[in-house]
Nanobody
């Protein structure tokens, strides 16, 4: 299984971006998919998770970010609105058969994609 994250870029404060994470290989539709982010000098932090139709969000993004999925395309999305400088980070997607939100540990998740950079700046 490989995960390919894309959609990052430079956006002005208050702007929006949509990240995508496409899965290839034998990933099951029952898998839980996650988004994380890591800012320079900070630890990787949980952003959102999707299990079937249930979504889970970090408090810092609740109400601004929306995670969704398209099982036919084996792709999940992270729609990010009202972006601010604190959202600047490398964003990663991950997948596992387990839902380990909210406690993790995140480094035990089975599959990880490469990161995509999101920079919020004027």
């Amino acid at each position: 299984v490989q995960l390919q994250a894309s959609g990052g870029g430079l956006v002005q404060p208050g702007g929006s971006l949509r990240l995508s994470c496409a899965a290839s290989g034998g990933i099951e539709s029952s898998y839980v998919t996650y988004w994380f982010r890591q800012a320079p000098g900070k630890e990787r932090e949980f952003v959102a998770a999707l299990r079937w139709s249930m979504t889970y969000y970090a408090d810092s993004v609740k109400g601004r970010f929306t995670m969704s999925g398209d099982s036919t395309k084996k792709t999940v999305y992270l729609r990010m609105n009202s972006l601010n400088a604190e959202d600047t980070a490398v964003y990663y997607c991950a997948a596992d058969s387990r839902l380990i939100y909210p406690s993790g540990p995140w480094n035990t998740l089975r599959y990880w994609g490469q990161g995509t950079q999101v920079t919020v700046s004027s």
